[in-house]
């Protein structure tokens, strides 16, 4: 398992009327909670995709149980529980600086080869960072 | 059951770099699409939460088959299949102008009494506009 | 002269926990308006970027003086007061449905072939349709 | 003249199809530097919120010499050179890693009183550490 955390302050633009964190705004969390996991690996996903692969959501899913407000510190811890192949799986844990758990959630999502279109397996930088660790 | 089907032009600043819509920026088409069926059943969200009841998400899924691309105008089918109570179960179907089914999703909202905080039962104007719907 | 009037509603993903529509929205609000416009005279962004010329936008002001709301149905006024030629200037006047002014912006973008990365003319088409209105 | 550097890291959300940061959430980077701004100097601007006043923009402009590209580590330089009063003018340049100017903007903000939505002094907090720096 990888386990990593990161940490983003909420935005204004990301509020809405209810002065909360607007629902769709944990999508980007999530982003940017697996991209710098992946850093935090030696993976950066903007080059991964340079080099011609990306990796696009199939699935996702979030339930909340506190609002994330203006200006609050959120700490999102991220998973990988399972050795990623033609998918990878991440499950993420929202906190704010109390340590109350606002949400949790989890992306699916699959490599897709840029010139074909087509799902494909994870290029190397990927497995010997990522996939590696599962074998261990 | 209660379906309506809502039109949503794709803008560029909901794309990516990929080209495709963001997949965060889905949970805002369902907003509209929820806003827009609720009016077309005779209730205002706004007024709604002007009179003190305010409906956050308590929920959401969403599955993504092909992507939403720039200047796409997508239909959302929207259904509520279940009786509403102090919680109401939306899903939607997404679909580009050829029929192509782009994507899936449900989101859970509760209706909240704004002063209290607390979970409520649906204010009379939408019990009588939807909830009324599930007796006949 | 070309005007052209688009209607946006306000969506509540747009809105901050002021209450208003968070100002940085405004900048999507004028590109669905300059795109309508285009669509009224006959040319789809989308296809004049697929053909191979992007606009850019280089430089943008707003200025506001009444906030838009939540659920709001807001009429956008769009005006090219001068003949386009690399660069294309287009004015906007946003306004409630009170008849209210909002706010007022400017944009101006160019025109800029993809492959070379180099402003350019504008594509016949768009000539056609727009810049020889101003020859009448 | 009060000068801060706020660093913001490019997220995939923030891109369009173009490939670069979409031009609307420029105001998004804005925000986000002065806010860091006025925290360097004590001053936490959801604590000003919070006691009864708030800072709407009404003004602002941006102009782009180059595109904002994924993952890019943007730094924003800002500026207070006026002492403030009723208004505050802040002033924007954004360079990415390898120091390319990308954009400079402006954002001219009015303090509020939340209660009577009329323009007010600066409250006591933020005339002590940013007005009183111009007195010097």
């Known amino acids: ?3 990593h955390e990161t940490q983003i302050r909420v935005r204004y633009a990301e509020t809405d009327k209810m002065g ?3 629902y769709g705004n944990y999508a980007t969390y999530f982003e940017v909670a697996r991209v710098e996991m992946l850093r935090s690996q030696g993976v950066s996903y ?3 995709e ?3 692969v990306m ?3 199939l699935e996702t899913s979030h339930k909340f149980f506190k ?3 203006y200006d609050d510190l959120l700490t999102i811890k991220t998973y990988i529980e399972e050795k990623p192949g033609v998918r990878v799986f991440f499950d993420y844990e929202v906190f704010n600086e109390k340590g109350d758990k606002l949400s949790i ?3 699916t999502l699959v490599f897709v080869n ?3 279109g087509k799902p494909c397996n994870p290029p190397e930088v990927f497995k010997k960072a990522v996939c590696s660790k599962f074998d261990e």
Do not use: H
Request: charged fraction near 15%; hydrophobic fraction near 40%.
């Open 1 to 3: 398992m990888i386990v």
């Open 20 to 22: 909360y964190v607007y």
């Open 46 to 48: 903007a080059s991964m």
């Open 50 to 52: 340079d080099s011609g």
């Open 55 to 57: 990796m696009p959501v």
């Open 67 to 69: 609002p994330g407000l």
């Open 105 to 107: 959630g989890k992306t």
């Open 114 to 116: 840029k010139e074909t």
